[in-house]
């Protein structure tokens, strides 16, 4: 077996410099010094896994932390059988499966979209995580570089597996000892990488990375052990590995042979004219569907909203409050939740979710302060079929983890739900860095997400349950503040809507959030003035119900957005862009301008920084002038 498996892994760093060499771009360096890694998983007997079924819940999972190093994943899984070898060769081109970076989307047997390093051992412990919740007995590996290992989120996952006793996750570190800007020692020494995970409370072990046999055993022993504790496996190896003038070369990091240097490349590696594979064309990328988010929204029948009745109004509730209850509802009703948060359980009302059952104490993840590990591990669970929702302040919950949010949540499309709390000035006192007011900007810049921003406690539990029942990501802006209920218990709410609150001749008032009050407060001033303005609440700022904004604007001829927000970016900008491109028209923002917040009480806030209601009403008194 284990000439055979040497046979093997030297086909895979054939096929490695072949489609390196056809693409001109990619990294051969970290393909190559995981050859044998790969091999011992896919060949060894090692994963349980049948390509002819990829998605087959008995087999064990694989993360290629370690993103760039896609070729010699498609180089494993072509060869396994996920797909004809012959489509190595449209590595990179337009129009092919094999993206430069794993798409879990695409591609058979690639089990998390990876690319951003750091994060897929987060992947992994979500992944583990899962599994368990089920019953399974699966493992899951993952594979980093020893540079990776730079990245405080590795150490964020460690600990956390390590505190959830994940002992059905293996990590392994390809320590080749280099990275792009030179020695791994050089650059910012991640040191003594078996002691360091050992110390973080893992059963670690060092291994050569280059003998496949030892890999074998030493990865189905790490499979077979359920000790409670996680495992990590150190191979040593070599960058470049097999290919005399790449190895240990830093420079043949991200760079593809030339043609007479593939031709060295396979004579060291002694291909054989049989292993040569001819040039292949990717079939034409599908062309581009027209993102039709507005088109649904205008289809959808106008209804009107139940107002919560007078002595409901007068009770004030955060949109935070019906949060956790709204999870424990889900479940109860057979929606596969999982909860995840970052040491504020109770404020985000998360810790409600875990308190209802002990069974669902067991589908709950404190990761501690490791916004970035949380979204990771919801991914990771998000890709067990789990519908996961985070929590933590808007702040952190979306800044902090942004790159996750971007990269692995959206990327891959998965259904996990950032539902943060705390979001904009009405934090108050805790002053400037924790107002998050650029969330909403970031999360409606990125493709899959959806945006909801309820106005009252009944649409924050409308929005949790909304985003529950629409597969993908969807963020959801919930705050600090008490406010007054806007909404009766059984108003429906629907993605993609917007609601007229009031109807109005002279102005229209787009809102969301805490500025829908304002704007009801405004409009009660206005009216006193003989002023008749239409209040809109955006719900659903993406996607942005344009049809109903714009049919409102064209009656009015001038529209005023008001959010508790940044007016770059946020829902003034999508207002704007609605408008521009339909029906132009003046506008005028209300907003934060451009600015961090400052400590102070809400109300205080609101007035100083022009997010009150008199600042609607000057607001729409201007842009009435400019008609
Ligand atoms: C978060 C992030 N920062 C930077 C990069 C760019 N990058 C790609 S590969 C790489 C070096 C990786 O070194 P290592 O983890 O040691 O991988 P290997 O040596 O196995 O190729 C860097 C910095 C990235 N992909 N992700
Ligand atoms: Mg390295």
New binding site residues.
Partial sequence: MADNLIKIANDLRIDIVQMLAEAGSGHPG?SL?SADILTALYFGGVLEHDPAHPASPERDRFVLAKGHAAPALYAALANAGYFPREELMTLRKLGARLQGHPDCKLVPGVEASTGSLGQGLSIACGLAAGLRIDGSDRAVFALL????CQEGQVWEAAMFAAHNGLDNLVAIV??????IDGN?ADVCDPGDLHGKFAAFGWDAVVVDGHDVSALVEVLGACKANRSGKPHAVIAETV?GKGVSFMENQAGWHGKAPKPEELARALQDLGASADRILAPMKPDAPAPLAVQAESAAASAAAAKLPKFADAETAAQKKATRAGYGDTLVALADEGVPIVALDADLSGSTTTGKFAAAKPEYAQRFFNAGIAEQNMVGVAAGLALSGKVAFTGSFAVFGTGRAYDQIRNTVCYANLNVKIAPTHAGISVGPDGGSHQMLEDMTLMRGLPNMRVLVPADYEAAKAAIRIAAETPGPVYVRMGRESVPQVYASDMAFELGRAYVLREGSDATVVACGLEVKEALEAADILSKQGISIEIIDAFSVKPLDSATICASARKTGCVVTAEEHSVVGGLGSAVAEALATTCPMPIEFVGMDDRFGKSGAYKELAEYFHMDATAIVEAVKRVIARK
């Fill in positions: 970290g010094s570089g020893d540079g990776e390809d320590r080749n000892h280099l990275q791994t960058k």
